[in-house]
C-alpha cells in the first residue's frame, strides 16, 4: 500500500498575520455571539489559521468561514 505525500507542516505566520487572524476571530465571536472560550470557538480559531495557511488571505471570505463554523 502507499500514500501519497501531503505536507504535514503548514507555513509559518508571522505576528501581523496573527493578529489579523484574532481580529477576525474577536469579530466572528462577537457577530454569533459565541464566547471566545468555547470548545466551538476553539474549532473556528483554528479553522480561520489553517485556511489562512492555506491561501485563503482575504478579510471578507474568513469571515465568511468563521461564521459558517460557529453557526454549524
Known amino acids: 500500500m502507499s ?3 501531503f505536507p504535514r507542516v503548514m507555513p509559518v505566520l508571522s505576528s ?3 493578529a489579523m487572524i484574532a481580529q477576525i476571530f474577536e469579530r ?3 457577530d ?3 464566547p471566545k472560550t468555547t ?3 476553539a474549532r473556528c480559531a483554528a479553522t480561520l ?3 489562512y495557511q492555506r491561501g485563503i488571505l482575504e478579510e ?3 469571515i ?3 461564521h459558517a463554523v460557529l453557526r454549524s
Do not use: K, M, P
Request: glycine letters at 4%.
Open 39 to 41: 470548545l466551538t470557538a
Open 16 to 18: 501581523e498575520q496573527i
Open 32 to 34: 454569533c455571539d459565541e
Open 28 to 30: 466572528v465571536c462577537d
Open 3 to 5: 500514500y501519497a505525500s
Open 60 to 62: 471578507e471570505l474568513l
Open 49 to 51: 489559521i489553517r485556511s
Open 64 to 66: 465568511d468561514i468563521g
